[in-house]
């Protein structure tokens, strides 16, 4: 990304994009006042923005209303979900991590940056699931993010799961469609056999102790199902990027531009049919 002395030196005239800005383009491009919004960032692609990663939470705030709710999925910087394959002396180490607390663990950084920002945000809540963690901030954020009932935080009962009953929607802000997490719901909830699943334990914090839990989630890494193995599949780069184009073929995906920033707006619930629905027919 060009500097802002660059910009002013190579594009005369250029002017910086703003948190109004990114608001109005958002109403424009369908994001409903006081509804829940999922939202994936990559700055970079909206170039320079007058006040960085805050004028974007600003602009979403704005976006949704006082009452809309505005989630981010923030995983966990330094999560032990591949301990069990490492070398030895790289486990032992891990038996020192500090244990994951909501309030206090980072998001993972290649997430980008608006995880960590939104996690720090005045009001925020975090889900208590050290892998599959979720934040949110607005007047459903607790409900959002809180554990769900039947274990599996992909599942129904899981932050997507709510994000689809409560009819709500998935804003990728220059961020690609490979990384639309949402279709991790719809591999969860397909009705199909030989699923795989990832068994893992990590420290947790319990009040004023530490806890070593065990968890088996969704193999998101790896894939769910053998997509690999199957050679009538185009699967290309990325798995969740094959599944979200079955969104886009169902047109269940808007695309507009904010300058040269890709903006994609996802209906959540006809998005996870249309992949859920694309799963069951080829496996």
Do not use: N
């Not at 910086?16 to 999922?38: D, Q, Y």
């Not at 009705?191 to 070593?212: D, L």
């Amino acid at each position: 990304m060009l500097t802002p002395a660059q910009l002013m030196e190579q594009r005369p005239g250029f002017v910086p994009v703003t948190r109004s800005e990114i608001a109005a383009h958002l109403r424009a491009a369908g994001v409903r006042v006081g509804g829940l919004l999922l939202v994936h960032v990559r700055l970079s692609a909206l170039g320079w923005v007058a006040g960085g990663m805050d004028a974007v939470v600003h602009a979403l705030g704005d976006t949704v209303g006082p009452d809309g709710t505005v989630m981010a999925f923030c995983g966990w910087e330094d999560s032990p979900y591949h301990v069990a394959g490492w070398p030895a002396e790289w486990q032992q180490a891990y038996q020192d991590q500090p244990a994951f607390d909501p309030a206090v663990s980072g998001a993972r950084r290649d997430f980008g940056r608006f995880p960590e920002r939104l996690r720090t945000w005045p009001g925020a809540v975090r889900g208590s699931h050290p892998e599959v963690s979720f934040t949110a901030v607005g007047p459903q954020a607790a409900a959002m993010v809180a554990d769900s009932a039947d274990d599996d935080p992909w599942g129904v009962d899981g932050p997507l799961g709510r994000l689809v009953e409560g009819e709500g929607q998935v804003l990728m802000l220059g961020a690609p469609l490979a990384r639309l997490t949402l279709c991790h719901h719809a591999e969860a909830t397909a009705r199909v056999q030989g699923k795989r699943y990832h068994s893992y334990t990590a420290p947790v914090r319990v009040r004023e102790s530490v806890e070593w839990q065990h968890y088996s989630t969704l193999d998101t890494y790896w894939g769910a199902l053998d997509y690999w193995d199957r050679s009538d599949l185009a699967v290309g780069e990325s798995i969740v990027g094959m599944l979200a184009e079955q969104a886009v073929t169902a047109g269940a995906v808007t695309t507009t531009h904010l300058h040269d920033c890709p903006v994609h707006l996802v209906e959540a619930a006809p998005a996870v049919v249309s992949v859920r629905r694309w799963i069951e027919d080829h496996f």
